[in-house]
């Protein structure tokens, strides 16, 4: 089996693996576009958290964990508890490419556009604004962007929106 990380699953996947590999989804793009009233916020003050959304021509790069056998079915039993706490997830197995080439089905979350916590379209402003100041359940919605962005530059993964939302975050933050 194979699950693909796009967000926190980069840098915290919580599973046994036997290998991680770059790896590339056609037709998805990573977007804060999942408002977060568990993980990265609440009710009261939804932060944002990453979810890959439908994009004609768009492509998103992450990482392809494969996962034994005998530890799939505690891996999905992990991963459905953690990523579909509220339903704003879908889980898909769709195909990827990896570096070395191998195209691979993966176990995948990708956002419900039809869900009460999709927000996709947030202009970078709003979204860092709201990023800035939202904590939940697993900690700031700051530590979540910047650990992101970290992982992110560590496997030479460029994402310009990303990064722009990491500096400007550090300016709000920093500002206050």
Known sequence: MWVFGYGSLMWEPGFAFTDRVLARLDGWHRSFCMRSIHHRGTVENPGLVLALDAAAGAACNGVAYSVRAENSDATLEYLRERELISSAYLEKTLPLVLTDGRMVEAVTYVIDPDHVQYCGGLALEEQAGIIATAVGGRGPNTEYLWNTAE?????????????????????????T
Request: negative net charge.
């Open 151 to 175: 992982h992110l530059h560590e496997l030479g993964i460029a994402d310009p929106d990303l990064d722009w939302l990491a500096e400007r975050v550090r300016a709000l933050t920093t500002a």
